[in-house]
Each structure stands twice: as C-alpha cells, then as structure tokens.
C-alpha cells in the first residue's frame, strides 16, 4: 500500500473509543438488548460476506490473507467503507484475473482511484459506480466512451487524466482518441498511469490531508472499526451466545 500511514491516527482513535463503548455497553448490561445484538451480527455479517468474496477472487490461502490486509490497511488509511472497499476490490480481481498485470499493479490501480475519491469526499454510491466502471473496462479489455461520462459525472475528469496517460505511452491527444473510437484503448496499459496520477494529484496542496479531516471521513473511521470488531465477535462465536 501506497503511504500506509495516512489516517492511521484517526482510526487508532476510532478503534480506540469503540472497543471502550462496546465495553461499556457489555458493563453495563446493555449489550444483551435487541437492538445492540442486531447491529453487531449485521456488520459482521457484512464483513463475511466482503471476506467471502476476497477468498473467491484469491488463488490461495496466503493469497486471501495478502488480500484482506490490503483491504484493511487501505480502507483504514484512506477512511473509506471496508465492505464496500473489499468488495469492490473483489471485482477488480475477477476481472483482472487473466490480464497481465500484477498483485502489486491492481492494488496500486484500486488504491489510487479509492485515494482520489476520498479526498474529493464522492459518497460511497458513486464510489461503488467508478469501480464499477473500472471493472467493465477490464471485463471488455477495452475503454468506452459512456464509461468515461459515468466517471467523469462522479467528480473524476477521466478525458483528461486518460489523455495525460496515453501521453506518457507516447500518443498524442488526437493518437488516442483515434484509438479509443475504434475500441482498442486499452486499460492494461493506461490505467495504471491513471490511478498514480490520480494518486498524485490527491496530495495537490494537502487536499488528501484535510479529507481526512473532515466529519464524515472519522465517521468512516469509526464505523469501520466497529465493523472489524463485530466480524471478531461473530467469529468467535458471541453472535451465538447473545442471542441465547
């Protein structure tokens, strides 16, 4: 993972004042209610089913275990939801599966696209939506006009930052359009130049910095420690003894 340390503060804060809530729910008698018992198996639940489809998209056990660290040190690091990240992550293994690219580049792909989206703060909805887009591009092997619509319409100037990229492969605007109208643009090859520039232009005047700052950003934080600490409770089995 790319700069692992960032947001690392706010979710050791997060986790912190979690476990001590829960604790004192459980002192106090409350942690037996309806209610608390609910919201712990859900967002268990919820991380089984993201674990699920990691061990799927994975080609071994320390494969999966390679996988579901990133997920968590990238969704940590970057306050954003570690479901849904997990998730959509899952996806773009599946569709990369039989490309040419590495473990390293397809992280380094979600990370960047996951670290701009942060730091224009795009809500979880349209955050689902991009990767989704990614992941058709790769489905298709090919890069189309009204998925780059969809992504420019979510916050992301994906004409321009595609551009830049087929500049670096050494196209001219005119050169890649021409490439693109004719179905061959290829997101093996320009996608990982897109997510390192997104990636950098996240850092423009400490814009990454400053999101992670922000409300909504420790509310991610929270929740997403909350969520880990509710899949440990269902692994171990607790889900089971409160509801007896």
């Given at each position: 993972?790319?700069?692992p340390?960032?947001?690392?503060?706010v979710?050791?804060g997060?986790?912190?004042?979690?476990?001590?809530?829960?604790?004192?729910?459980?002192?106090?008698?409350?942690?037996?209610?309806?209610?608390?018992?609910?919201?712990?198996?859900?967002?268990?639940?919820e991380?089984?089913?993201?674990?699920?489809?990691l061990?799927?998209?994975?080609?071994?056990?320390q494969?999966f275990?390679?996988?579901?660290?990133?997920?968590?040190?990238t969704?940590?690091?970057?306050?954003?939801?570690?479901?849904?990240?997990?998730?959509?992550y899952?996806?773009?293994?599946?569709?990369t599966?039989r490309?040419i690219l590495?473990?390293?580049?397809?992280?380094?792909?979600?990370?960047?696209?996951?670290?701009y989206?942060?730091?224009?703060n795009?809500?979880?909805?349209?955050q689902?939506?991009?990767?989704?887009?990614?992941?058709?591009?790769?489905?298709?092997?090919?890069?189309q006009?009204?998925?780059?619509?969809?992504?420019?319409?979510?916050g992301?100037a994906?004409?321009?930052?595609?551009r830049?990229?087929?500049?670096?492969?050494?196209?001219s605007?005119?050169q890649?359009?021409?490439?693109?109208?004719?179905?061959?643009?290829?997101?093996?090859?320009?996608?990982?130049?897109?997510?390192?520039?997104?990636?950098?232009?996240?850092?423009?005047?400490?814009?990454?910095?400053?999101s992670?700052?922000?409300?909504?950003?420790?509310?991610?934080?929270?929740?997403?420690?909350?969520?880990?600490?509710?899949?440990?409770?269902l692994?171990s089995?607790?889900?089971?003894?409160?509801?007896?």
């Open positions: 993972v790319n700069d340390n960032n947001g690392t503060t979710l050791a997060a986790r912190q004042f979690g476990k001590a809530f829960v604790g004192q729910l459980a002192f106090g008698g409350l942690l037996g209610s309806g209610y608390i018992i609910k919201e712990i198996v859900q967002s268990g639940r991380v089984q089913k993201m674990e699920q489809m061990i799927q998209a994975s080609k071994s056990a494969d275990s390679n996988n579901l660290q990133f997920t968590k040190e969704s940590n690091a970057l306050a954003v939801d570690f479901t849904e990240f997990g998730v959509a899952s996806k773009i293994l599946n569709a599966e490309s590495t473990q390293q580049q397809k992280q380094d792909i979600v990370f960047g696209f996951a670290k989206m942060r730091t224009i795009l809500a979880s909805p349209d689902a939506g991009v990767f989704r887009q990614l992941g058709q591009m790769f489905n298709t092997g090919r890069i006009q009204d998925e780059i619509n969809s992504m420019s319409d979510r992301i994906m004409n321009k930052f595609l830049m990229a087929a500049e670096k492969l050494g196209m605007s005119e890649y359009m021409k490439l693109q109208e004719s179905g061959k643009a290829d997101p093996i090859k320009l996608m990982p130049i897109v997510a390192k520039m997104l990636a950098d232009a996240a850092e423009n005047n400490g814009a990454f910095s400053k992670l700052t922000t409300s909504l950003a420790k509310q991610q934080a929270f929740t997403n420690a909350m969520k880990q600490f509710a899949a440990t409770l692994k089995g607790v889900d089971q003894g409160l509801a007896n």
